[in-house]
């Protein structure tokens, strides 16, 4: 099974997915034209999905908002956000 994982960087967008809140998150992407998410990473195995997450926040403050912030589909609270990013 094959996990994608997106890494979103957009500050506002990150809000929405710290909190959960999937209805903020589509009415904010419905509101911008201009926003820019990577392609995903594909990777062949969740293991290697979550090393790759774990890199990510590597050194970072776990109280602090984060820069990057990955989706994954092999997390389904993650599912509705990432069907919104593919979609969008």
């Known amino acids: 099974m094959s996990v994608r994982v997106y890494v979103i960087s957009d500050p506002f967008a990150i809000s929405f997915l710290v909190n959960d ?47 990057r912030y990955p989706l994954r589909s092999c997390e389904p609270a993650d599912m509705a956000f990432i069907e919104a990013v593919e979609s969008y």
């Open 21 to 67: 809140d999937i209805e903020g998150f589509k009415e904010y992407l419905d509101s911008e034209d201009m926003l820019r998410f990577p392609e995903a990473e594909v990777f062949d195995s969740e293991d290697k999905a979550l090393a790759f997450c774990r890199g990510l926040s590597y050194g970072t403050d776990e109280r602090a908002i984060p820069e």
